[in-house]
């Protein structure tokens, strides 16, 4: 007979009231009970608006997990809160797209995603950190709940585990995480919104300075950064990628990128096009090579930056950093971090010297992990 675990989590769950299956989280603090995890209290994201980071103050109160019950933004949001006091993270992806939770392979439903808390395993993975840029989206509710250390400093530094971005996916953060629009579209705000911001997109001239600069196997090893020149373009959209799955179900990925490298992949789209743009996007998902013409183009345009770019693709930038500094003429521009708008540029974003430990499937490839107890 299989001897029952005596070691009861006490867990802290912060979920998103607005995220896409927000509705399914009493379903799922009834699964996190079944899998004996004591819940110590459920607070709403907007609870911690404007409070500085949280970890320690929920550590020395005994609790030894964090739930974050919600999509990417939600998950980024909690990140700044515990990335500096070792607390583990859980993931209840009850969000539309969850890009974060896939890159993880956390099981979408929400009973497997509650075994998985307890049942799976520890596991190290990359962060970003912006600065400067604010822990919470939105401006502070005034309500404080017990658990919370009302302490009246403010974070100037945002972590993230998916993306940073500026550009399109900004313009579709202000109508997609509008709370009027999500009552109004319901599920299909994300694709009737994604049509409007393409119909009336902001083109931006951007600069990136780049610090650790990596350059294409067997070309040159990583650069010092005085040697790294800017790249400057009008850019339709500029992102700064962590974790490689992107696009929800449609589940696609971000070529060579890596929770466990300890860079960040950019991402620059210029203003190209709409056809150029499909075949360029097209080419780039699908990992295809680019003929010499096309090479040669990207090395007169660009005869500095050309042995990091990892295309070959003119208009569509991927290079490999430890950091990069983002400009823009008109500054300030607003930027996101996995989703949810919490910073302006200029932002300077880089690898956090720390790692997260977040709960994974046990069949998850990984390098780095740890048994959950």
């Not at 974070?155 to 009027?180: C, D, E, M, R, W």
Request: a negative charge; glycine letters at 8%; aromatic letters at 4%.
């Amino acid at each position: 007979m299989e001897e029952k675990k005596s070691h009861h989590h006490k867990a802290l769950i912060v979920h998103s009231p607005h995220s896409g299956r927000s509705n399914e989280l009493g379903l799922a603090l009834d699964y996190l009970q079944q899998e004996d995890i004591s819940i110590v209290e459920v607070l709403a994201i907007n609870d911690l608006d404007g409070l500085p980071e949280q970890g320690q103050h929920w550590m020395h109160a005994g609790i030894d997990l964090i739930v974050a019950a919600g999509g990417d933004g939600l998950v980024g949001g909690v990140i700044t809160h515990i990335a500096e006091s070792n607390l583990p993270l859980g993931i209840l992806p009850l969000g539309t797209a969850n890009d974060t939770a896939r890159s993880l392979s956390i099981p979408q439903d929400i009973r497997l995603a509650a075994k998985n808390i307890m049942h799976g395993r520890q596991q190290l993975i990359d962060i970003g950190v912006a600065q400067p840029a604010e822990q919470a989206p939105h401006a502070a509710s005034g309500k404080r709940a017990p658990s919370l250390n009302p302490q009246t400093a403010r974070p100037k530094q945002g972590y993230f585990a998916h993306a940073l971005t500026v550009g399109l996916n900004v313009q579709f953060a202000h109508l997609a995480t509008s709370i009027a629009t999500r009552q109004r579209y319901g599920r299909l705000t994300y694709p009737l919104t994604a049509l409007e911001v393409l119909k009336n997109h902001t083109v931006l001239d951007v600069e990136l300075r780049f610090e650790g600069l990596v350059m294409q196997s067997g070309v040159a090893p990583m650069q010092p950064n005085d040697a790294i020149p800017p790249l400057r373009c009008r850019a339709l959209q500029v992102a700064v990628i962590n974790a490689p799955i992107f696009g929800g179900a449609w589940q696609l990925t971000i070529p060579g990128a890596s929770l466990h490298d300890r860079l960040l992949d950019i991402l620059v789209i210029e203003d190209i096009d709409r056809a150029t743009l499909a075949t360029a996007i097209t080419h780039f998902l699908s990992h295809q090579e680019q003929q010499p013409s096309d090479l040669d183009l990207l090395q007169a345009r660009y005869p500095l930056l050309h042995t990091a770019e990892l295309t070959g693709i003119p208009g569509l930038h991927h290079l490999r950093v430890r950091g990069v500094t983002i400009i823009t003429q008109n500054d300030p521009q607003d930027v996101t971090l996995d989703g949810e708008i919490r910073g302006q540029t200029p932002i300077y974003t880089s690898m956090a010297k720390q790692c997260l430990k977040v709960i994974v499937p046990l069949h998850h490839n990984t390098i780095s992990n740890e048994k959950w107890p």
